[in-house]
């Protein structure tokens, strides 16, 4: 089998973004879009993985850390002058030769399975990957000549009147014969607007050594579009969050408004769960079966098991077990862990906390740096009292322990399994197991007092 290689081109500023953020690492459903186009390419079995950096090199080579090699282009002369810097790493090979620009995400691996396909069947030199638009402004055209063979590609700013008239435009994905690509590389020139070294030069220069160049067109623009600026930025993403969606309804997820649900590309989730709308399932998430998830919640990075209702609440770094009840309003902050049948009701915020199964805080509650063990009822307004303004303190709920309402829990202290603990108790001393504490002011009634006070007319 013909070897596979890949160049991914990412070493461009986006000036166009305008951003603080390299245009490569700009999120689309929640992954660096450079990270989709890598992730693609892994499904086609390239031999080798080249991603060309160069603005922002460190932070996209952490970002693809592991999935690919990197050359640096120092100074952005174009994208043939980028493609030539992985001359050195590939230039002694035979095979073929995908390249891809870093802004173009939605691009399937099927896609560039077929492109690659093609080419090889055509034993061509080149193969482009072209689409069709109504609105071709920004990108390369294609020129074919009177046969409706590709001769060339002309970037929009060299396009004339015509040209720009043409709606097949270039994607900026190709197929090459890796020698054929690096020996034409040596001869394009920078002699255009914009000053540049074109990779779609190439096709011309291929043409004239009269090598076969060939176009793959796909039917499907949007998969295609490269993302320039912050609208295109936004439509890409509404475009792969409808992909994103529709999957897991073919899987068997019902989503009750996908316009109003925002999945990102890794969130696992099982059959014969409901996403209600306003719901944002974020990062590594992943949900069990027969879950309903919203509206209006927000999980990352959650490990959900089955059965689990979430409503209006918000989920971090945290798991919940099976047949759990969360919300609403609810916050699980990170580190927690909340075990199978755990009710956590309205205006409860738990952070890195173990609760363990059959336990219930039903109400405004705060539970922080504690282990709650098993089937413990938390009262209404119970306070784990975690932190002194300069540490934090853990505290130790017991099995079977009962916290009445608005009791404070001053930590570190340990409630001793099976303790009731009295409604309005600030308990800062440890509460041996099977006893009764309570640590509040006795009430005192004076009868008849108000009369004395005379306050009344
Ligand atoms: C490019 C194509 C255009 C095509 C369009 C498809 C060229 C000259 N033009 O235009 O024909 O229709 O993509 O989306 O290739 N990059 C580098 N080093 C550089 C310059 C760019 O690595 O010196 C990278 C960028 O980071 C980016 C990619 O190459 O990921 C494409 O560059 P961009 O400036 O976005 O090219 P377009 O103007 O969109
Ligand atoms: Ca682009």
């Known amino acids: 089998m013909t070897k596979r290689f890949a160049v991914i081109l990412a070493a461009g500023q986006g000036t166009r973004m305008k951003s603080k953020l390299y245009k490569v690492l700009h999120p689309v459903c929640g992954k660096p879009m450079v990270e989709h186009v890598l992730d693609n390419i892994s499904n086609v079995n390239a031999d080798k993985i080249v991603t060309v950096v160069g603005h922002g090199a460190e932070l996209v080579k952490t970002s693809l850390e592991g999935k690919s090699d990197f050359v640096l282009q120092e100074e952005q002369l174009g994208t043939a002058h980028a493609v030539k810097q992985a001359k050195e790493v590939l230039s002694n090979q035979n095979g073929t030769t995908l390249v891809i620009c870093g802004d173009t995400p939605l691009i399937t691996a099927e896609t560039m399975e077929a492109l690659i396909k093609l080419h090889e069947s055509q034993e061509a030199a080149a193969t482009i990957l072209t689409a069709f638009t109504e609105k071709p402004d920004g990108y390369g055209r294609v020129i074919r000549n009177s046969n409706e063979t590709v001769e060339r590609i002309v970037e929009h700013k060299d396009a004339n009147e015509d040209e720009r008239k043409v709606k097949e435009i270039n994607t900026g994905t190709y197929c090459f014969d890796n020698q054929a690509l690096f020996e034409a590389l040596e001869e394009v020139s920078n002699d255009n607007v914009q000053g540049e070294y074109y990779l779609p030069d190439v096709i011309e220069i291929l043409k004239a050594k009269g090598k076969i160049v060939s176009a ?6 949007d998969e295609t579009m490269g993302i320039n600026d912050r609208v295109a930025l936004a439509e890409a993403e509404r475009l792969m969050r409808n992909r994103i969606n529709t999957i897991h309804m073919q899987n068997g997820v019902t989503i009750i408004d996908p316009t109003n649900t925002y999945i990102d590309s890794d969130v696992k989730i099982g059959k014969d769960t409901i996403i209600l709308p306003g719901t944002i ?53 990170p580190e927690s862990n909340i075990h199978d049948d755990v009710k956590v009701g309205n205006f409860v915020e738990i952070k890195k906390a173990e609760i363990g199964q059959g336990s219930k805080a039903s109400h405004l509650s705060y539970i922080g740096d504690a282990e709650v063990g098993s089937n413990v009822n938390l009262g209404c307004g119970s306070i784990t009292v975690n932190y002194n303004g300069k540490s934090k303190f853990l505290t130790k709920i017991e099995d079977n322990v009962f916290v009445g309402c608005n009791s404070n829990l001053v930590a570190p202290v340990t409630i001793g399994e099976g303790a009731y603990i009295a409604a309005g108790s600030t308990i800062t001393k440890d509460v041996p197991g099977e006893s009764l504490s309570i640590a509040r002011a006795r009430q005192v009634n004076k009868e008849n007092y108000v009369k004395k006070l005379n306050l009344k007319n």
């Open 216 to 221: 793959f067109q796909t039917s499907d623009f």
């Open 281 to 333: 399932i974020k990062g590594q998430t992943v949900i069990g079966e027969d879950c309903q998830i919203g509206p209006n919640s927000e999980l990352v990075n959650a490990q959900i098991a089955s059965e689990t209702v979430i409503r209006q609440s918000v989920v971090h770094d945290s798991s919940v077990g099976s047949k759990v009840q969360i919300g609403p309003f609810a916050h699980i902050r």
